[in-house]
T-cell receptor, first 117, second 111 residues
Framework: DTGVSQDPRHKITKRGQNVTFRCDPISEHNRLYWYRQTLGQGPEFLTYFQNEAQLEKSRLLSDRFSAERPKGSFSTLEIQHTEQGDSAMYLC???????????????FGPGTRLTVL | GNSVTQMEGPVTLSEEAFLTINCTYTATGYPSLFWYVQYPGEGLQLLLKATKADDKGSNKGFEATYRKETTSFHLEKGSVQVSDSAVYFCALTSNAGKSTFGDGTTLTVKP
């Protein structure tokens, strides 16, 4: 069990550029979540996958944001035409299936810190 | 919708002092409740959890009891250490699995 991994850990980009982040969940976990955390705030839910299906998207997820989990394993979060307000820590978490132990627990990755200049 | 309200910080204590960080929630159904800790430059780590009313979660000297009647999940520790300095987040997880977090409480413990 290597835990949830995220890549890159840090990303600095210029306003208007596109960025893509990757999350690799714990291998047997079928649920995957994306959150955004800004300074001084708690993480805010963005979107949720069960296997490859995207089951819920927050109103925070504007049209510039898109997330995929094509084979039900790793996931990507893309932000198009980045704005300075997108600067935040993007966190990924995964959970085991409901039949599994700790089914209601989320295991978080280290996050990707995005800075938009 | 679901929400979590945490005691505002920052909190500064001397080593070996008693710690309480208040957390109250509103939720539909029967959520699970969690405390996470975040050290500088690191991700969220689960500190403790409780899945039903009157459950007590405990870990590393920290405790919290799921109180359905007061919709609370206050974090306590009898004697804090400098190494406990971090940001603490209260969270609830609904049956759908997504989590709702409080805004965090920064704890600084001075020697």
């Amino acid at each position: 069990d290597t835990g949830v991994s995220q890549d890159p850990r840090h990303k600095i980009t210029k306003r208007g550029q596109n960025v893509t982040f990757r999350c690799d969940p714990i291998s047997e976990h079928n649920r995957l979540y994306w959150y955004r955390q800004t300074l001084g705030q708690g993480p805010e839910f963005l979107t949720y996958f069960q296997n490859e299906a995207q089951l819920e998207k927050s109103r925070l997820l504007s049209d510039r944001f898109s997330a995929e989990r094509p084979k039900g394993s790793f996931s990507t979060l893309e932000i198009q035409h980045t704005e300075q307000g997108d600067s935040a820590m993007y966190l990924c978490a995964s959970s085991p299936p409901p039949s599994g132990r700790n089914y209601n627990e989320q295991f978080f990755g280290p996050g990707t810190r995005l800075t938009v200049l | 919708g679901n929400s979590v309200t945490q005691m505002e910080g920052p909190v500064t204590l001397s080593e070996e002092a008693f710690l309480t960080i208040n957390c109250t929630y509103t939720a539909t159904g029967y959520p699970s409740l969690f405390w996470y800790v975040q050290y500088p430059g690191e991700g969220l780590q689960l500190l403790l959890k409780a899945t039903k009313a009157d459950d007590k979660g405990s870990n590393k000297g920290f405790e919290a009891t799921y109180r359905k009647e007061t919709t609370s999940f206050h974090l306590e520790k009898g004697s804090v250490q400098v190494s406990d300095s971090a940001v603490y987040f209260c969270a609830l997880t609904s049956n759908a699995g997504k989590s709702t977090f409080g805004d965090g409480t920064t704890l600084t413990v001075k020697p």
